[in-house]
C-alpha cells in the first residue's frame, strides 16, 4: 500500500489521509461486509440533515477492505486545545446530539436484535443475569429515531462554528433514549467532570426524560460488555447487576 498518513484507529479499522478523501481500511480478516454497511448508512443519511462524509466507494487495498469518503475539515471536539471551553463544547455536543436523535432512523437496521445478540453473546453474565437485562429491554420502548450507536466526543469533528458526525457504522433505527444513554455511559467513565453537563443539554427541550436514559443504562452496559474494554468492566457490571 502507498504510504498514507494515519488519522486514527480504533478496534475495528484504521483511518488514513488519501488526498482530499480519507480512507477507512478494516483490519485484516475482516470482510467487505462492514464496508458495505457503511457505505449504505451513509447513503442513507444524506437526505437528513446532518454533515456527515459522504460514501467514496468500498474499496479493497493489499488484501484488506475499506471505504473511501470525503473527508470532514476540523479536528475530534474531544482533542481540546488550549483555551477551549470544555463545558461549552460539551454543550455543543449535546445539542447536535439531541438534534440528531430528531432524525427518522427509516433505512437503517433496528436496534433491538443488535442488543439482545450482544448481551447474549457475552460470557461475564450469567444466564440468569442475561435473562434479567433482556427482560428489562423488552419492556422499554423500540423507538424510531436516528441512533449513531457510538456517539462520542472523539467521533464529532469540530471546525469553528460547524460540526460534523463521523463512524456510523453502529447506526441503527431505535429509541433515543438508548443512544443517549450510551454516551452517558462513556462521559461518566471518560469525562465525568461533564457528563451531567452532556445529559442536561440533550434533554433540554425534549420528550425524552432523565428516568427513562436511567432505565436504559443497565441494557447498554450489558451490550458494552461485549466490546471487551479492560477498564470499563467492573463499572459496567455494577451497572448490569443492578436489575
Not at 454543550?91 to 436496534?111: E, Q
Not at 471518560?190 to 432523565?210: K, N, P
Amino acid at each position: 500500500m502507498t504510504e498514507r498518513m494515519l488519522l486514527g484507529a480504533g478496534r475495528m479499522a484504521e483511518v488514513f489521509a488519501d488526498g482530499e478523501a480519507v480512507l477507512k481500511l478494516y483490519l485484516p480478516g475482516v470482510g467487505p461486509d462492514m464496508a458495505r454497511h457503511e457505505a449504505m448508512v451513509l447513503e442513507t443519511l444524506r437526505p437528513l440533515p446532518i454533515h456527515a462524509p459522504e460514501s467514496l466507494g468500498v474499496v479493497e487495498v493489499d488484501g484488506r477492505w475499506g471505504l473511501r469518503m470525503s473527508r470532514m475539515a476540523g479536528r475530534p471536539l474531544g482533542s481540546p486545545e488550549p483555551g477551549d471551553d470544555l463545558p461549552e463544547l460539551i454543550r455543543r455536543f449535546a445539542a447536535l446530539h439531541r438534534d440528531m436523535l430528531g432524525c427518522p432512523g427509516a433505512g437503517l437496521p433496528p436496534l433491538f436484535p443488535r442488543l439482545v445478540e450482544r448481551i447474549e453473546g457475552t460470557a461475564l453474565l450469567t444466564r440468569d443475569e442475561r435473562v434479567r437485562i433482556i427482560a428489562r429491554l423488552r419492556g422499554l420502548a423500540v423507538g424510531d429515531r436516528l441512533c449513531h450507536g457510538d456517539f462520542h466526543p472523539l467521533n464529532v469533528i469540530i471546525d469553528g462554528e460547524h460540526l460534523a458526525v463521523i463512524d456510523w457504522l453502529d447506526a441503527t433505527n431505535g429509541p433515543p433514549e438508548a443512544d443517549i444513554a450510551r454516551s452517558y455511559l462513556m462521559a461518566r467513565q471518560y469525562f465525568a467532570d461533564l457528563a451531567e453537563v452532556y445529559l442536561d443539554g440533550v434533554l433540554e427541550q425534549g420528550s425524552v426524560t432523565r428516568q427513562t436514559v436511567l432505565d436504559w443504562l443497565p441494557v447498554v452496559a450489558a451490550a458494552r460488555l461485549a466490546e471487551n474494554i479492560a477498564q470499563e468492566l467492573d463499572m459496567l457490571l455494577v451497572l448490569c447487576r443492578s436489575v
